[in-house]
């Protein structure tokens, strides 16, 4: 830009120079010239550089748009965060069938035996050791919590199955959402010819003005719908970005998907997809796992009628002071104990009433897995069903177009002819714009119909391939 400014400058200069009677006046406007030159050409070489700068709008294709969202989903990153808390849960149930060492000291008054509050010697120092080898009931707990660690972990799949969904739909919905904006914008173009050829014809006298009326009405339900999807666009363009992460000022181009790979799967035998889908079905495995967690609770508390066994230690350091030698024989200075110490319940009422708890507890867990199992196949068998009726309404609307199109080149060829009106002409071509439509509505609902059966039968992973 600098040697553009030098240019125009120097040209003006050599201008005035070769003007006969140049005074030094014609100078000063030659450089006032040159300088309102550059305030002209200062904005639009800044607005040429950011046009240069400004990137180019963000081409997603279906499989880019997935790996995005996974990427930067909070909800996502939420559910491992919890899964890791479940994990962590199990490991303080663990950390009792540990060694665990403590150790500590204090300082008080004894008046007679020298005894702590908790029934120990008192001592200047002591370190005490304890491991739990054998309690039932406490290697129950940890079992279930392992359990539903697993079931957490089966919750951070569920979760990345409803982001690659919501993402897919909101894709494949933008899409449509698009497609269908250029058929209007053909239509609302279509519609005011019709409107003008229709008040033509009303003052000249061959249609009533009723027809005028009709016209517009058509003319503004297209210009409705086209402010409808329009409002439409900028939402689920709005979702998309928020979803895969994207800056807000971004303007996302979307590439063209073919869902015909996964046309297979719908073609299989209606048992087939039942079975895929249990074998499959987190909620069911997430049941199973909860089934097995309230047995080895049930296993644990009935093992509380059993002997409890701790590996335990005690070294201490005691001080003469405490009056020792008036209480014993001999006083030793450092001490130690270890051994194992055996609980022997004889009668224990919390154990029976933690018996008949987790048993209820497991009957419970157990009617809900045969009922989600129940509500599970019937879902699968009605996804299934669903989408072979959807892809029949599909291959309806795609015939609808193809005649209606069929029916527009005929027409095309008699207006050609002049055998057809301009009225007849558009009038068709609006009638195939809305085929285009209702065909794009059939298409984006089986489409829909295809990635929750892809989710129910465990196959949503086949998307990213």
């Known amino acids: 830009m600098s040697s553009m400014t030098t240019l125009m400058c120097n040209t003006l200069r050599s201008a005035v120079r070769g003007v006969p009677g140049t005074t030094c006046f014609s100078l000063a406007r030659a450089s006032a010239i040159c300088a309102a030159s550059l305030w002209l050409v200062l904005p639009l070489a800044a607005q040429t550089t950011d046009t240069a700068q400004e990137p180019p709008p963000a081409q997603l294709t279906l499989k880019g748009a997935l790996m995005q969202a996974l990427q930067s989903s909070r909800e996502l ?10 994990d962590r849960n199990a490991g303080v149930a663990r950390a009792r069938f540990l060694p665990n060492l403590f150790t500590g000291s204090g300082a008080g008054y004894s008046s007679g035996f020298p005894q702590t509050p908790g029934g120990a010697a008192p001592s200047l120092f002591n370190l005490a050791y304890i491991q739990t080898l054998f309690n039932p009931p406490l290697r129950g707990e940890l079992r279930a919590a392992q359990e539903r660690t697993s079931i957490q972990r089966l919750e951070t799949d569920r979760t990345r199955d409803e982001v690659m969904v919501r993402t897919a739909s909101t894709f494949l919905e933008l899409s449509k959402v698009r497609h269908a904006l250029d058929l209007l914008r053909q239509e609302r173009s279509s519609s005011t010819r019709i409107l003008e050829v229709t008040r033509e014809r009303v003052g000249a006298g061959f249609e009533l003005p009723i027809e005028v009326t009709r016209a ?3 003319a503004a ?6 402010l409808q999807l329009e409002g439409r666009e900028d ?7 928020d979803l895969c992460g994207l800056r807000p000022d971004r303007h996302i181009d979307l590439a063209a998907t073919d869902f015909a790979s996964f046309a297979g799967l719908a073609d299989r035998p209606l048992r087939e997809l039942v079975e895929l889908g249990v074998q499959n079905s987190i909620v069911l495995q997430q049941a199973e796992l909860e089934v097995r967690a309230r047995q080895h609770r049930l296993r644990g508390e009935r093992g509380g009628y059993y002997p409890t066994v701790d590996l335990v230690g005690e070294y201490s350091v005691l001080a003469r002071f405490n009056n020792y030698d008036e209480f014993y024989r001999k006083f030793q200075r450092n001490n130690v104990n270890i051994g194992v110490q055996v609980n022997i319940p004889i009668f224990s009422a919390r154990t029976r009433a ?3 708890l987790a048993r209820e507890d497991l009957s419970v867990a157990e009617l809900e897995l045969r009922s989600k199992r129940s509500r599970v196949e019937n879902d699968l068998r009605q996804q299934a069903r669903r989408d072979r009726e959807l892809e029949a309404g599909r291959e309806v609307a795609r015939l609808e177009l193809k005649l209606a199109q069929e029916d527009l080149r005929v027409l095309q060829a008699r207006f050609d002819e002049g055998r057809a009106s301009l009225r007849e002409l558009e009038t068709m071509r ?13 298409d984006f609902a089986q489409q829909q119909a295809r990635i929750e059966l892809l989710r129910s039968t465990g196959q949503l992973a086949a998307l990213l391939q």
């Open 77 to 86: 990153a939420l559910a491992r965060l919890q899964a890791t808390v479940a």
């Open 216 to 218: 517009e009405l058509t």
């Open 221 to 226: 339900r297209v210009e409705q719908r086209r």
């Open 235 to 241: 939402v689920l363009e709005a979702q998309l970005r």
């Open 354 to 356: 933690a018996v008949d």
């Open 430 to 442: 609006l009638e195939e714009s809305n085929r285009w439509l209702a065909f794009l509505d059939a």
